[in-house]
């Protein structure tokens, strides 16, 4: 059973830059898609970002895709979301999720992203 686990979150300044992670344990990581995913207070989830389980296809929500970049090290079992330029609407839980050819999609328990000054 594959276990997600999201770091890297922290409070970050307007315009910063910060890069979270997921971390897999249980399977090899390198078996499933990746997606991010954020909600923030009062708001319905929102994804961000999916890669491939060999990282070769990337897609991006548009409103995003100028400022986040994923990428994965499937040596290291993790799936990183490189965040730039953020803004205080940013501020969230972000989620990774992982989906693999059959069973159901883990869940991380997230890890909280906050932009302020």
């Known amino acids: 059973q594959l276990q997600l686990v999201e770091t890297g979150g922290g409070l970050v300044q307007p315009g910063g830059s910060l890069t979270v992670s997921c971390l897999g344990s249980g399977s090899p990581l390198a078996h499933f898609s990746v997606a991010w995913f954020r909600q923030a207070p009062g708001k319905e989830p929102e994804g961000i970002s999916c890669i491939s389980n060999e990282g070769g296809s990337t897609h991006y929500v548009d409103s995003m895709k100028d400022r986040f970049t994923i990428y994965r090290d499937n040596a290291k079992d993790t799936v990183y979301l490189q965040m730039n330029s953020l803004k205080p609407e940013d501020t969230a839980v972000y989620y990774c999720?992982?989906?693999?050819?059959?069973?159901?999609?883990?869940w991380g328990q997230g890890t909280q992203v906050t932009v302020s000054s």
């Open positions: 999720n992982a989906q693999g050819i059959s069973g159901s999609p883990s």
